[in-house]
């Protein structure tokens, strides 16, 4: 009889390539070169019997069928690293508080949480999403959350006193200047500027560099979170600054002609355990570790 279903490894590379979008990007994910990601890519396709991507000088894409498997891979993997966890004495076992910026892969967080709930079927999460100044000021407060996901930007203040002491970093991003993909290339001084509240440090940072080059703006909109300043910046309402995976549909990078400052990375920190924390919350963030990368 032959055999069914798909090889764990391959279905790995493949979930990291489709969620990169090409094969480079996925071959550093999973560390192999992208002669071996490609080589496991073509036998995951001849199993599988059928193309599962559109392949193009930007990337890859997921063919329908492609985007199928994807759903399936990610529970698969989840499933198989949730039983090594059980049997490993590792299996997670109560209740979790997260505080997560809503910075931080506002496109993919809900599917990231969603794996590591099926990672962990008996862990109850509890998830708040929080300006990065309310979460970095919680950081000693065990009443607040067990685990804090923050934002902060890298800039030569930050890398002279080493950023957040004893903190994660699990991503760095490009910051860029984004509006509506009709209106990026007309954008020009005074530019009209999406703001968040003042609480928000990216949007006192954007404001205060603003000034400090002299660049012209008038505040065309605030809006009350990461949400509603994406939905500004697609209805062409102005321009803003947001980090890469915060663009959506419908909003891009501005030309780099337009006068506008260059711009700071930014990079997402877990923030460091508390003294004296639970062996739950200790567990929980090594794992949460893996999969916010």
């Given at each position: 009889m032959?055999?069914?279903?798909?090889?764990l490894?391959?279905l790995?590379?493949?979930v990291?390539v489709a969620e990169s979008?090409?094969v480079s990007?996925?071959?550093?994910r999973?560390?192999l070169?992208?002669s071996?990601?490609s080589e496991q890519?073509?036998?995951l396709?001849?199993?599988?019997c059928q193309?599962l991507?559109?392949?193009s000088?930007?990337?890859?894409s997921t063919?329908?069928?492609?985007?199928r498997?994807?759903?399936?891979a990610?529970r698969?993997?989840a499933?198989s690293?949730a039983?090594?966890?059980?049997?490993?004495?590792?299996?997670?076992?109560?209740?979790?508080r997260?505080?997560i910026?809503?910075?931080?892969?506002?496109h993919?967080i809900?599917?990231?949480?969603k794996?590591?709930?099926?990672?962990h079927p008996?862990l109850k999460?509890?998830?708040?999403v929080?300006?990065?100044t309310?979460?970095?000021s919680?950081?000693d407060d065990?009443?607040?959350?067990d685990?804090?996901?923050?934002?902060?930007?890298?800039t030569s203040?930050?890398?002279?006193?080493?950023?957040?002491?004893a903190?994660t970093?699990?991503r760095?991003?490009?910051l860029?200047w984004?509006s509506?993909?009709?209106?990026a290339a007309?954008?020009?001084?005074?530019?009209?500027l999406?703001?968040?509240?003042s609480?928000?440090?990216?949007q006192?940072f954007?404001?205060?560099?603003?000034?400090e080059?002299?660049?012209?703006?008038?505040?065309?909109h605030?809006?009350?979170?990461v949400?509603?300043?994406?939905?500004a910046?697609k209805?062409?309402?102005?321009?803003s600054?947001l980090?890469?995976s915060s663009a959506?549909n419908?909003?891009v990078?501005?030309p780099?002609?337009?006068?506008?400052p260059?711009?700071?990375a930014?990079e997402?920190h877990?923030l460091p355990?508390?003294?004296g924390?639970?062996?739950?919350v200790?567990n929980a963030?090594?794992a949460?570790?893996r999969?916010f990368a």
């Open positions: 032959s055999q069914r279903g798909f090889d490894t391959q790995r590379t493949f990291a979008g090409s990007a996925g071959a550093e999973v560390f070169s992208q071996s990601v890519l073509k036998k396709e001849e199993r599988a193309p991507f559109v392949r000088k930007q990337g890859v063919t329908s069928a492609g985007e498997l994807l759903d399936h990610r698969i993997i499933m690293e039983a090594f966890d059980d049997l490993q004495g590792r299996s997670l076992d109560g209740e979790l997260i505080a910026t809503d910075y931080y892969r506002p993919d809900a599917r990231i949480l794996t590591f709930s099926e990672q008996r999460l509890h998830v708040t929080q300006p990065s309310v979460i970095d919680g950081a065990r009443a607040s959350f685990i804090g996901l923050s934002a902060r930007l890298v203040q930050t890398r002279a006193r080493g950023g957040a002491a903190s970093v699990v760095r991003e490009k860029l984004m509506a993909a009709d209106t007309r954008a020009a001084a005074p530019f009209q999406v703001v968040l509240p609480t928000c440090q990216l006192r954007v404001v205060k560099l603003l000034d080059h002299k660049v012209p703006y008038v505040v065309s605030s809006a009350s979170g949400a509603g300043l994406q939905l910046l209805a062409g309402l102005g321009i600054c980090n890469e959506g419908g909003v990078a501005c780099a002609n337009t006068g506008l260059t711009l700071p930014v997402f877990l355990g508390r003294p924390e639970s062996e739950l200790s963030r090594t949460l570790t999969l």
